[in-house]
């Protein structure tokens, strides 16, 4: 380039810094991203020099400059607007937690209906039953690929709302429709935790079983399944952050949760705009607070369960 000079940001070179290229250009190339882990578990970019050592006391800060910030804006129409709003997230915390409790309970149940459901179904997809192993492929990829939305939708909608055994009716609750609704798709994505994990095992697992005269059922539950324990449970771990995350969207359902009920918070105020941004922050405030141990808690097990190769 005649008369012009390459100007570079961090992060970012000229290909005609390289002597030993000579097909390079003065044009900026922006260096690849080569990051590790530090000491904390987070990303270290070198190249840019961009450091990310996000720790949680660094997330709480940001969350609350967030939610000071937007309770400020919704407020700045009325002098004193934001402390009125937060007097009154202060009086309807204990209802809004109630509501999340439901959130909690859902996801506890879903998981543990899923997990149950998936095990038999991912144990199904490693049969030597052509027609079993064909059947239950076929389930698995059908709810683990379609919308958790769509599903709950259906669920909620074409399930009775009360099953006549004849001798008794028994009620079904909207927020037991939302368990089932949530348990399909976690049985899918189960089934292929369980699936992966008994195939990652070497073959000479079930070959050794084999020479032992041991029965496939007996390989299974006393070799394979054993040792797929450890591979198993941080992915389990996620699902269930996963699972308690979606939660909410129950309450499009009517289901009265943490967002249902705040909601109703609002409603009873006034529906006042200052209260928006004071009452949903609280709102992602309480789920990040249940559920980033358990993430931090997933991570700290897949290192310590790793495979060592």
């Known amino acids: 380039m005649l008369g012009f000079k390459t100007l570079t940001a961090p992060g970012v070179r000229s290909d005609h810094a390289r002597p030993q290229d000579n097909t390079g250009t003065d044009m900026p190339v922006l260096l690849p991203f ?8 987070f990303f270290v970019h070198h190249d840019g020099r961009l450091f990310v050592d996000m720790k949680l006391r660094h997330g709480l800060m940001i969350f609350a400059v967030f939610a000071l910030w937007g309770g400020a804006a919704e407020a700045a129409a009325k002098v004193g607007g934001l402390a009125w709003a937060m007097a009154s997230l202060w009086e309807w915390t204990p209802f809004i937690l109630k509501g999340f409790s439901l959130n909690i309970l859902i996801s506890v149940l879903a998981m ?7 095990a038999a179904l991912g144990l199904m997809q490693v049969s030597l039953l052509a027609p079993v192993r064909g ?11 379609s919308p958790w939305l769509v599903l709950l939708f259906c669920v909620m909608l074409l399930f009775p709302f009360e099953i006549d ?5 028994i009620p079904i609750p909207d927020w037991m429709k939302a368990v089932i609704g949530f ?19 070497p073959s000479g697992q079930w070959e050794s079983a084999e020479s032992l005269a041991f029965s496939r059922r007996q390989t299974m539950w006393m070799i394979i399944l054993p040792q797929c324990i450890k591979r198993m449970v941080p992915p389990w771990i996620n699902w269930y952050c996963i699972l308690t995350m979606a939660t909410p969207l129950c309450s499009i359902m009517g289901v009265e949760e943490s967002v249902g009920h705040t909601v109703q918070a609002m409603n009873a105020l006034g529906d006042r705009p200052e209260l928006l941004a004071p009452f949903y922050f609280f709102l992602l405030f309480i789920h990040f607070i249940f559920t980033y141990p358990i993430a931090r808690f997933s991570i700290s097990l897949e290192k310590k369960f790793a495979v060592k190769i």
Do not use: C, Y
């Open 34 to 41: 080569r990051a590790k882990h530090n000491k904390d578990g």
């Open 112 to 118: 543990l209906i899923g997990t149950i459901a998936g």
């Open 135 to 145: 059947s239950s492929w076929i389930v698995t990829q059908f709810f683990r690929n």
């Open 165 to 169: 055994l004849g001798f008794v009716v």
């Open 183 to 201: 348990s399909l798709p976690i049985m899918a994505n189960i089934s292929e935790v369980v699936r992966g994990a008994v195939i990652s095992l």
